[in-house]
């Protein structure tokens, strides 16, 4: 690898990071031992579990260089600040009419489910006061069975007597042959 002694640490990672991850022991050995003087030595790095994990994310390195170089102009023209601020304010604009047209819907929503809940309120109302007409009509089927079984009880009884007493007026009506 070709390497300029003015090169940063930096460069050298990214540089690190873009050889291919095939390539031998050997050479990652004389990449890592060109190491400036001021760093750690190559067996100290290879115990630090910080260096252990920068080397495993050193395929991004060259994508977080590229980002650090960027920079952002010194100052943007008028023109296109003058754009950028009228998009802006179509963007709030847009989002204030869309937030105003969700609230309108919300309102709405809300107006229906109180107009649900009192329809639910009113047909549970009328559940309970026919479940309550179902009981008493129960209770009067159950009392008009009982005064029907006494009725039919009583007629069995008047026709029982009646029988008795016509069996007994037949023999008394009756002479009795001697």
């Known amino acids: 690898m070709n390497r300029n002694t003015g090169e940063s640490a930096v460069?050298?990672?990214?540089?690190?990071?873009?050889?291919?991850?095939?390539?031998?022991?050997?050479?990652?050995?004389?990449?890592?031992?060109t190491v400036p003087v001021g760093l750690p030595s190559l067996r100290e790095l290879e115990h630090n579990p910080m260096w252990k994990a920068l080397l495993q994310f050193r395929a991004f390195l060259p994508y977080i260089a590229r980002l650090?170089?960027?920079?952002?102009?010194?100052q943007p023209s008028t023109a296109l600040s003058t754009e950028l601020r009228n998009?802006?304010?179509?963007?709030?604009?847009?989002?204030?009419?869309?937030?105003h047209d969700l609230r309108l819907v919300v309102q709405d929503q809300t107006v229906e489910l109180k107009r649900m809940e009192e329809a639910?309120?009113?047909?549970?109302?009328?559940?309970?006061?026919?479940?309550?007409?179902?009981?008493?009509?129960?209770e009067d089927?159950?009392?008009?069975?009982?005064?029907?079984?006494?009725?039919?009880?009583?007629l069995v009884l008047l026709f029982?007597?009646?029988i008795g007493v016509g069996v007994f007026v037949l023999l008394k009506l009756r002479p009795l042959p001697h």
């Open 160 to 162: 029982v007597a009646l």
């Open 68 to 74: 650090l170089e960027m920079t952002p102009p010194a």
């Open 11 to 33: 460069d050298r990672l990214i540089a690190l990071a873009q050889d291919k991850p095939g390539a031998g022991a050997r050479d990652e050995q004389t990449d890592l031992e």
């Open 141 to 154: 089927v159950r009392s008009m069975r009982s005064l029907v079984k006494v009725a039919l009880v009583i």
């Open 120 to 138: 639910v309120t009113r047909t549970r109302e009328a559940a309970e006061r026919q479940a309550l007409e179902v009981t008493e009509l129960a």
């Open 87 to 99: 998009e802006v304010r179509q963007s709030v604009s847009a989002l204030e009419s869309s937030h």
